[in-house]
């Protein structure tokens, strides 16, 4: 608790390269197969061909991504489809990525604290998964979402700018200002 908290807590300098974003759900969601075996979870991808990299950190979206597949998991069980969607929002130059299981959904109640840190229906959660998941997608530029229909499922919705500038050209900017 007291690793994830520091984790959650620490503002780190983030490493913007150019990142491969279905590469990295794929290798993610082996991952993810392993931490969670031995469930017999299906995975259905349908991936975007000829998606544009996005510059990003590769680590902190590794973390995204394998808290939001672990969560899918553990919301189908131990039997269930998990898919996950990559396509390209030509408009807003926007890479989206869904990721949707058919699980027992989130009840009302639940989805406005969703974020929230420490907030958590597990039995051992920390509820900063979820928190932590938010913090890197803003870091991004992103936008993250959760929709959710109970007995029907959950989508989690999350939309990277393709490009930007980096970290630190934004910290100068934000010198300029003070």
Known sequence: LTKQFLSYAKSSVLDFKPVNINRLL?????????ESAPCRVTFDARMAKDLPEIMGSQENLERVFL????????AVSKKG???VETRLLPSQ???E???????????K???????EPFFTTKEHGTGLGLSICQSII????G???IHSSEGKGTTVSIQIPVQQSSPSEDAGELLLFR
């Open 93 to 95: 130059d926007t890479v």
């Open 143 to 145: 936008n993250i979402a």
């Open 26 to 34: 794929l290798v993610m969601w082996k991952m993810s197969e392993l």
């Open 97 to 107: 990525i869904l990721i949707t299981d058919d699980g027992p959904g989130i009840p």
């Open 81 to 83: 489809t998990v898919r």
């Open 67 to 74: 808290n939001l597949f672990m969560n899918a998991i553990h």
């Open 138 to 141: 803003l870091q991004h530029r």
């Open 109 to 115: 109640d639940q989805q406005e604290k969703i974020f």
